[in-house]
């Protein structure tokens, strides 16, 4: 299979690839992105830990790691129309928190946005760039707030 798009040639900011690192317990972790991403203007109507999923299903032992299912209502509205309603399959914005050492958190996103104008699901043009402007806007202040 050859992809549509070469993943070496693609840059952090192609992707909208956010990092933050939070020295705070796991749990407080959470509650603070989750508090900072709603301030921002987010809703989190989905999270779940894969890590309690697959220590538990398949004895993974691994570390914390918790995924907010993110979404500006105006935003989302925004892009379903803006892209026939493909995007819908990218559906929420996902913030991942994942400890990386006792005390240490990595917060983590990827811009569903470009994902979607990458990936030939959203048109590349001014409606949807203004899109993208709008929530990077509103994901740099949440990663601001971190």
Known sequence: MTLPVDPAALESGDIGEKRATLEMDHETAVDHVRSVFTAAGFGVPVEFSPSELLNEKVDADRD??????ACNPGMADRALDATDGRI????PCNVVVRE???GVQ??????????A???GMA???EVMADIVADTGELV???FANL
């Open 123 to 125: 048109p590349d043009d």
């Open 100 to 102: 990386t050492e006792p």
């Open 64 to 69: 914390p790691y918790h995924v907010l299912g």
């Open 106 to 115: 990595t917060v983590y996103h990827v811009s569903i946005m470009r994902a």
């Open 88 to 91: 819908g399959a990218l559906f």
């Open 117 to 119: 104008r990458l990936l």
């Open 140 to 142: 740099d202040e949440a």
